[in-house]
């Protein structure tokens, strides 16, 4: 398959992304908040952007922030199952 265009998102305008929504039913608004300032989880997403695997986040966040294990978890089911829902799959166990 050849890619001959490429469409930048920038600021949700084709789709939307809450960084909030994999948490919904399953952390507190402030439990989210806190989880994403203690793993910078800005700079977090940006490393799950540029490709790194789904399971060196967990390990990651294992090693620095264990008490966000579950929090991260959340998020990394979530993905998957918007994966599957694409019918993308996943590179590197997770992602």
Do not use: Y
């Amino acid at each position: 398959m050849t890619v001959d265009t490429v469409v930048f998102d920038l600021g949700n305008v084709l789709v939307h992304w809450d960084p909030m929504l994999p948490f919904a039913g399953r952390l507190t608004d402030d439990e989210v908040r806190r989880f994403f300032a203690d793993v910078d989880f800005g700079a977090l997403n940006l490393r799950q952007d540029a490709g790194r695997p789904w399971a060196e986040a967990c390990a990651e966040v294992a090693r620095t922030h264990p008490q966000h294990v579950a929090a991260l978890t959340a998020v990394c089911r979530a993905v998957r199952g918007v994966a599957a829902r694409s019918g993308r799959g996943h590179r590197g166990g997770g992602r």
